[in-house]
């Protein structure tokens, strides 16, 4: 069976570039390194907030990505991060460009 990039994008209101650094280094395993199965990362400031827009190539990874790390992190604490949890859009990707 063929997977298909899935994409997320989070939107959190009064976000700050500030709890963006701290939320990604406490998530990521590395600077400039992806988790593993994200293909894409984008996070910026936006209308309101903090958007963060990602694409895994599967929702599998997603999944797998959100349950074993992100989540238990969030819920955890992440001193100097997003302290509540964002508004979430999922997307069945229908075309990813280079």
Not at 60 to 77: A, K, Y
């Given at each position: 069976?063929e997977?298909?990039?899935?994409?997320?994008?989070?939107?959190?209101?009064g976000?700050t570039?500030?709890?963006?650094?701290?939320?990604?280094?406490a998530?990521?395993?590395?600077?400039?390194?992806?988790?593993?199965?994200?293909?894409?990362?984008?996070?910026?400031?936006?209308?309101?907030g903090?958007?963060i827009?990602a694409?895994?190539?599967?929702k599998?990874?997603?999944?797998?990505?959100?349950?074993?790390?992100?989540?238990?992190?969030?819920?955890?604490?992440i001193e100097?991060?997003?302290?509540?949890l964002?508004?979430e859009?999922?997307?069945?990707?229908?075309?990813?460009l280079?």
């Open positions: 069976m997977t298909t990039p899935y994409g997320i994008v989070h939107f959190f209101p976000g570039k500030e709890q963006y650094e701290a939320s990604l280094a998530v990521h395993p590395g600077e400039g390194r992806l988790p593993e199965g994200q293909i894409f990362h984008a996070g910026g400031s936006s209308e309101g903090w958007t827009m694409v895994h190539d599967s599998e990874s997603w999944e797998r990505f959100r349950d074993t790390i992100l989540m238990p992190r969030m819920q955890q604490g100097g991060g997003f302290t509540a964002p508004e859009t999922v997307i069945d990707l229908y075309k990813v280079p």
